[in-house]
């Protein structure tokens, strides 16, 4: 049971290139979600999913695009990469239902120059 | 707008010390309130969580103390140890469980517990 895991942990990308953030639970969690971390902003929710074929927009959602075709996969897309997107993205799953615990991954490292 | 405001935003305690770290929030409607704690390099975990119909809950050394008329709740860590030394979030969330649920974080303290 490897719970949420996310790749790569770091990459860097020049302004306007495009990358796909993976991010997989074997939980089978209905419930999927992408946040990045920047310093002194805490945790700020880009999108999520409450189950397959179902996503919705968060608190910063532009420049960023999803989508959920199975229950356990939930890539992030960057189509056009600006340097304030440099952050680190943390994806985080939950059961459904009254479960609120969000189980998170590990995190990626992105640098956009 | 900052829905849930959290402070200090670093702290600095010795070993043996109490722990505070408070938030403050405006939306009525949040039902739900936990605490994650983050290590340097790794995901956020969940720390300990209340519901509003509860003042105080308590596990182990932690504690969260939940005031609703002042839309107010707070993390108290006792006998801070150097294994405590991490990023904490409060959060709050609205519809806890449905199919809109949304969870908001405050902006993190940074503890540090010296030796």
Known sequence: ?113 | QQQVKQSPQSLIVQKGGISIINCAYENTAFDYFPWYQQFPGKGPALLIAIRPDVSEKKEGRFTISFNKSAKQFSLHIMDSQPGDSATYFCAASTNSGGSNYKLTFGKGTLLTVNP
């Open chain 1, 1 to 113: 049971n490897a719970g949420v895991t996310q790749t790569p942990k770091f990459q860097v990308l020049k302004t306007g290139q495009s990358m796909t953030l993976q991010c997989a639970q074997d939980m089978n969690h209905e419930y999927m979600s992408w946040y990045r971390q920047d310093p002194g902003m805490g945790l700020r929710l880009i999108h999520y999913s409450v189950g397959a074929g179902i996503t919705d927009q968060g608190e910063v959602p532009n420049g960023y695009n999803v989508s959920r075709s199975t229950t356990e996969d939930f890539p992030l897309r960057l189509l056009s990469a600006a340097p304030s997107q440099t952050s680190v993205y943390f994806c985080a799953s939950r059961w459904g239902g009254r479960s609120e615990k969000l189980f998170f991954g590990s995190g990626t490292q992105l640098s956009v120059l």
